[in-house]
């Protein structure tokens, strides 16, 4: 089952800038969530988002839904070395939230 | 304790071998998968498993075997694997079983079949 996409496949900033990342999705769902991936690294949950929310923020994180449209936006702002991973949106499959299936992902490099 | 152990974090087997991953967590999370990551790719959904039944089976080689003795643990037991099965197995957790809430990860076993 392929359920998001990202886009871009891969990003490249300076340092202090801020990232987007967006991600589409097929079927509906109940939430949508991010997570991020050191290179070959466990992944790590960013934020969650409900279906029935349209913005939602964590610290340096903005993340906005638009179910209209199936797709969620990620931003990172004021950018940091350490921000340089993988980042990757989920969503349960068709409702099931035991399906959570992730999309392709972007690739964000922060450059120094 | 928040967190996801898996072990080894890196395997080597020949074709022929048996071999198993391990999982363990003890956060009480009643839901438990594997995931199998190739470089550069998403994870991709292999097996779940809900208050220590069998709920989704993403109609994974039987080559893969998954067991789940008790709420802590989730093995993953391996048998007649090929060199394509080589990948990054991740496990996670969440609470509650249904979903709804995040993924713990594990860091991953890293394998490699010859």
């Known amino acids: 089952s392929q359920q998001g996409e990202e886009d871009p496949q891969a990003l490249s900033i300076q340092e202090g800038e801020n990232a987007t990342m967006n991600c589409s999705y097929k079927t509906s769902i109940n939430n949508l969530q991010w997570y991020r991936q050191n290179s070959g690294r466990g992944l790590v949950h960013l934020i969650l988002?409900?279906?029935?929310?349209r913005e939602k923020h964590s610290g340096r994180l903005r993340v906005t839904l638009d179910t209209s449209k199936k797709s969620s936006s990620l931003l990172i702002t004021a950018s940091r070395a350490a921000d340089t991973a993988s980042y990757f949106c989920?969503?349960?499959?068709?409702?099931?939230?035991?399906?959570?299936?992730f999309g392709k992902g972007t690739r964000l490099h922060i450059l120094p | 304790d928040t967190e996801v152990t898996q072990t080894p974090k890196h395997l080597v087997m020949g074709m022929t071998n048996k071999k198993s991953l391990k999982c363990e967590q003890h956060m009480g999370h009643r839901a438990m998968y594997w995931y199998k990551q190739k470089a550069k790719k998403p994870p991709e959904l292999m097996f779940v498993?809900?208050?220590?039944?069998?709920?989704i089976n993403e109609s994974v080689p039987s080559r893969f075997s998954p067991e789940c003795p008790n709420s802590s643990l989730l093995n993953l037991h391996l048998h007649a694997l090929q060199p394509e099965d080589s990948a990054l197995y991740l496990c996670a957790s969440s609470h509650p079983a249904g979903g709804t809430g995040e993924l713990f990860f594990g860091e991953g076993s890293r394998l490699t079949v010859l």
């Open positions: 498993y809900s208050y220590e039944k069998l709920s």
């Open positions: 988002i409900r279906s029935n929310e």
């Open positions: 989920a969503t349960g499959y068709m409702n099931r939230d035991d399906k959570i299936i």
